[in-house]
């Protein structure tokens, strides 16, 4: 019998499901984490207890599942949490998640400088919460923090690069980003500017079925 191991990243907690290759759930998992709030209207997460947590709960899975082989794995999580990792790939600082509202002003800004492409674009005008907005907040606030970013990920994203080694995102998640050409199925030039941020910076992308790698044996342990 095949098995399976789901991960689901969310805003409170990692959650682990163990399935078969018919689809039934063998055993389950969770471990929570918490969202700092260093301001009012600021939200975020270390990324190291995503990491944490996700191992928690796998072991806590397949504990419970007994022994057995896992023959694939696969993300899903929160949207829009942007983690900054340096050139030695480690993060820059806590991620700012999805609740976060600092960028505001920033998401104002892009609605009054670029309505027709984000209508072109997105589909969706800017809101705080989009990594787009966010980059700009940084760029504003924190320039100094963005220039030594080498390279920018998404939640799930960073907990795939600690399994495989692998810098990736989806374009479920890229999406929604105000960043990603629906059109185009690539990053938008123009509002990588407007925040001084380069496309070479953002993970490669992939459709949301496709193998991006392997667990490591370190991961694995």
Known sequence: MSRFLGIDLGTSAAKALL????????AKGRAAYEVVHPRVGWSEQDPGAWWEAVGVASRQALQRAGPGPVDGVALSGQLNGLVLLD????PLGAAIIWLDQRATEEAATLNATYPELLRATALNPANPIYVGAKLLWLRRHRPDLLDRSRHLLLAKDYVNLRLTGELATDISDASCTLLYDLRSDDWVPELLAAAGYDADRLPPLHRSTDVIGRVTAGAAA
């Open 87 to 90: 050139d030695r790939r480690q």
């Open 19 to 26: 399935l078969d290759d018919g689809g039934r759930v063998v």
